[in-house]
Protein backbone atom coordinates (compact mmCIF):
# COMPACT_ATOMS: atom_id res chain seq x y z
CA UNK A 1 0.00 0.00 0.00
CA UNK A 2 1.56 3.60 -0.97
CA UNK A 3 2.64 4.97 2.17
CA UNK A 4 1.85 8.75 0.85
CA UNK A 5 -1.92 9.94 1.37
CA UNK A 6 -4.21 10.22 -1.45
CA UNK A 7 -6.24 13.24 -2.26
CA UNK A 8 -9.41 13.14 -1.81
CA UNK A 9 -12.79 14.99 -2.87
CA UNK A 10 -14.09 16.86 0.68
CA UNK A 11 -17.52 15.83 -0.85
CA UNK A 12 -16.53 12.24 -0.12
CA UNK A 13 -15.08 12.90 3.05
CA UNK A 14 -18.24 13.98 4.17
CA UNK A 15 -18.17 17.34 3.99
CA UNK A 16 -21.04 19.33 3.26
CA UNK A 17 -19.20 21.27 0.02
CA UNK A 18 -21.08 20.34 -3.06
CA UNK A 19 -22.65 22.92 -4.74
CA UNK A 20 -26.02 22.04 -3.27
CA UNK A 21 -24.86 22.37 0.38
CA UNK A 22 -24.83 19.15 0.66
CA UNK A 23 -21.88 15.85 0.91
CA UNK A 24 -21.98 12.77 -0.90
CA UNK A 25 -20.10 10.33 1.86
CA UNK A 26 -17.92 7.79 0.93
CA UNK A 27 -17.56 5.38 3.66
CA UNK A 28 -14.27 3.83 2.44
CA UNK A 29 -13.20 7.31 1.70
CA UNK A 30 -14.25 8.63 5.51
CA UNK A 31 -12.43 6.29 7.01
CA UNK A 32 -9.05 6.85 5.08
CA UNK A 33 -9.87 10.18 5.93
CA UNK A 34 -10.25 9.54 9.73
CA UNK A 35 -7.24 7.30 9.83
CA UNK A 36 -4.84 9.69 7.91
CA UNK A 37 -4.39 7.84 4.65
CA UNK A 38 -6.73 10.59 2.54
CA UNK A 39 -6.18 14.58 2.56
CA UNK A 40 -9.72 16.05 1.52
CA UNK A 41 -9.77 19.60 -0.92
CA UNK A 42 -12.30 21.11 -2.19
CA UNK A 43 -11.09 23.30 -5.10
CA UNK A 44 -14.28 24.76 -5.80
CA UNK A 45 -14.47 26.12 -2.31
CA UNK A 46 -10.61 26.91 -2.17
CA UNK A 47 -11.20 29.11 -5.07
CA UNK A 48 -13.62 31.24 -3.02
CA UNK A 49 -16.84 29.88 -4.54
CA UNK A 50 -19.66 30.16 -1.59
CA UNK A 51 -21.61 26.64 -0.87
CA UNK A 52 -24.07 26.69 -1.79
CA UNK A 53 -23.33 27.44 -5.25
CA UNK A 54 -25.65 27.49 -8.81
CA UNK A 55 -24.72 24.21 -10.83
CA UNK A 56 -22.12 24.89 -13.33
CA UNK A 57 -20.31 23.00 -16.21
CA UNK A 58 -18.00 23.41 -18.55
CA UNK A 59 -18.96 24.78 -22.31
CA UNK A 60 -16.68 24.93 -25.05
CA UNK A 61 -14.45 21.41 -24.10
CA UNK A 62 -13.18 19.59 -21.17
CA UNK A 63 -11.29 21.07 -17.95
CA UNK A 64 -7.74 20.49 -19.65
CA UNK A 65 -9.32 23.30 -22.19
CA UNK A 66 -10.67 25.56 -19.31
CA UNK A 67 -6.15 25.61 -18.28
CA UNK A 68 -5.47 25.99 -21.83
CA UNK A 69 -8.71 29.34 -21.92
CA UNK A 70 -10.39 27.62 -25.02
CA UNK A 71 -13.84 26.30 -22.69
CA UNK A 72 -15.45 28.00 -19.92
CA UNK A 73 -17.15 27.06 -16.84
CA UNK A 74 -20.57 28.37 -17.13
CA UNK A 75 -22.74 28.25 -14.04
CA UNK A 76 -26.60 27.62 -14.67
CA UNK A 77 -26.98 31.49 -14.62
CA UNK A 78 -24.56 32.00 -17.36
CA UNK A 79 -21.85 33.49 -15.55
CA UNK A 80 -18.41 32.31 -15.96
CA UNK A 81 -16.83 30.66 -12.91
CA UNK A 82 -13.62 29.57 -14.65
CA UNK A 83 -11.12 31.61 -12.70
CA UNK A 84 -12.08 30.04 -9.76
CA UNK A 85 -12.28 27.08 -10.38
CA UNK A 86 -8.66 27.65 -12.25
CA UNK A 87 -7.54 28.91 -9.04
CA UNK A 88 -8.93 26.49 -6.41
CA UNK A 89 -7.41 23.45 -9.10
CA UNK A 90 -4.00 25.36 -8.42
CA UNK A 91 -4.35 26.03 -4.74
CA UNK A 92 -5.52 21.85 -4.63
CA UNK A 93 -2.38 20.28 -6.88
CA UNK A 94 -0.27 22.87 -5.08
CA UNK A 95 -1.03 21.34 -1.43
CA UNK A 96 -0.91 17.76 -3.46
CA UNK A 97 2.99 18.74 -4.38
CA UNK A 98 3.62 19.80 -0.66
CA UNK A 99 2.09 16.22 0.88
CA UNK A 100 4.06 14.31 -1.49
CA UNK A 101 0.91 12.90 -3.14
CA UNK A 102 0.69 10.73 -6.39
CA UNK A 103 -2.94 9.48 -6.31
CA UNK A 104 -6.29 10.96 -6.27
CA UNK A 105 -10.24 9.59 -5.77
CA UNK A 106 -12.34 12.51 -6.64
CA UNK A 107 -15.82 12.87 -7.27
CA UNK A 108 -17.72 11.47 -10.65
CA UNK A 109 -18.68 14.23 -13.15
CA UNK A 110 -18.13 17.40 -11.55
CA UNK A 111 -16.55 20.38 -13.54
CA UNK A 112 -13.75 20.30 -10.73
CA UNK A 113 -13.59 16.29 -10.10
CA UNK A 114 -14.55 14.65 -12.98
CA UNK A 115 -12.65 11.83 -14.40
CA UNK A 116 -13.25 10.81 -18.00
CA UNK A 117 -16.87 12.28 -17.67
CA UNK A 118 -18.25 15.54 -17.41
CA UNK A 119 -21.43 17.00 -17.62
CA UNK A 120 -21.79 18.35 -21.39
CA UNK A 121 -22.46 22.18 -20.62
CA UNK A 122 -26.07 22.22 -21.49
CA UNK A 123 -27.23 21.41 -17.70
CA UNK A 124 -29.43 18.90 -18.88
CA UNK A 125 -27.76 16.11 -17.46
CA UNK A 126 -26.33 14.69 -20.32
CA UNK A 127 -22.36 13.66 -20.14
CA UNK A 128 -19.69 13.77 -22.80
CA UNK A 129 -15.95 11.94 -22.21
CA UNK A 130 -13.61 14.64 -20.29
CA UNK A 131 -11.78 15.58 -17.19
CA UNK A 132 -13.03 18.55 -14.66
CA UNK A 133 -10.83 21.48 -13.86
CA UNK A 134 -8.88 19.82 -11.15
CA UNK A 135 -8.52 16.57 -12.66
CA UNK A 136 -6.89 17.88 -15.62
CA UNK A 137 -4.36 19.92 -13.75
CA UNK A 138 -4.22 16.65 -11.37
CA UNK A 139 -3.13 14.80 -14.52
CA UNK A 140 -0.63 17.14 -15.84
CA UNK A 141 1.56 17.53 -12.92
CA UNK A 142 1.63 13.58 -12.88
CA UNK A 143 -0.96 12.95 -10.73
CA UNK A 144 -3.10 9.53 -10.87
CA UNK A 145 -6.57 9.94 -10.83
CA UNK A 146 -9.39 7.85 -10.60
CA UNK A 147 -13.27 8.44 -9.72
CA UNK A 148 -15.06 6.99 -6.71
CA UNK A 149 -16.33 3.52 -6.96
CA UNK A 150 -19.65 2.73 -7.77
CA UNK A 151 -20.28 6.37 -9.13
CA UNK A 152 -23.12 5.38 -11.41
CA UNK A 153 -25.63 7.53 -9.92
CA UNK A 154 -27.04 10.09 -12.48
CA UNK A 155 -27.67 12.40 -10.24
CA UNK A 156 -25.74 16.09 -10.95
CA UNK A 157 -22.48 15.86 -9.23
Same mark, same amino acid.
Given at each position: ???????????????????????????? !?? =? +? #???? %??I???????? $??P?????????????????????????????????????????????????? !?? =? +? #???? %??????????? $??????????????????????????????????????
Amino acid at each position: MNARPVLVSSCLAGMPCRYDGNARPDPT !IV =E +A #VRAG %RAIPACAEQLG $DLPTPRPPAEIVGGDGGDVLDGTAAVIDIHGKDVSAPFVRGAEIVADIAAKRG !IT =E +A #VLQA %RSPSCGCGTVY $DGSHSGELVSGDGVLTALLKRRGIRVTPVRGARDPERS
